[in-house]
């Protein structure tokens, strides 16, 4: 299911660890299939284990510091300090990737309460009741929560869009 995946893409940063947390939810949803209620949303309950099996596994790991090879290290050096960098290609991967960045940063800065709902809104295209079953939590939070979300990203990219020429209007 791409939208899974997309899902764990955006909450992992990564393409490898989006993989095993896509393959961990479906592994406890197997588990637990006969716990599945019918007549409910499985796609909020595929979304609501994906996001337990995250915060149980994925946080614990970051707070570990990464160990690292000396070896590895070495031989990662060893093999790009050959490669010859072409200074126009890399003005453009610097550029392209320039805007994905400054908005990337923004969104992992929010609460993760926010960053959730304004992911699975803004990004993902769900509904607000999709996100409260997902959530377990009312309508009114999703939209408090997407509300709050949006004012935070407002703010922290607004000279963002000052510096690349867009008008921006700020509150009185």
């Known amino acids: 299911m791409k939208l899974l995946y997309n899902y764990a893409m955006r909450m992992t940063g ?16 197997f588990r637990f299939f006969h716990k599945f209620e019918k007549g409910t949303n499985c796609k909020a309950w595929l979304f609501r284990i994906m996001k337990n099996c995250y915060i149980n596994k994925y946080r614990k790991n970051k707070k570990e510091p990464t160990k690292v090879d000396y070896e590895d290290v070495q031989n990662f050096y060893d ?4 490669d010859v960098v072409d200074p126009n290609d890399l003005e453009h991967k610097v550029f392209s990737n320039l805007l994905d960045d400054d908005l990337i940063n923004a969104l992992n800065s929010l609460q993760d309460d926010y ?29 408090s929560r997407l509300h709050r979300g949006r004012k935070i990203l407002q703010k922290k990219l607004v000279d963002y869009a000052k510096s690349r020429g867009y008008e921006v209007e700020t509150e009185a």
């Open 14 to 29: 990564d393409h490898l660890d989006a993989d095993d947390l896509l393959q961990d939810t479906y592994m406890r949803a």
């Open 115 to 143: 960053k959730t709902v304004v992911i699975l809104c803004d990004l993902e295209g769900l509904s607000y009741e999709e996100i409260a079953e997902f959530l377990d939590c009312p309508i009114g939070t999703v939209r």
């Open 79 to 82: 093999s790009i300090k050959a």
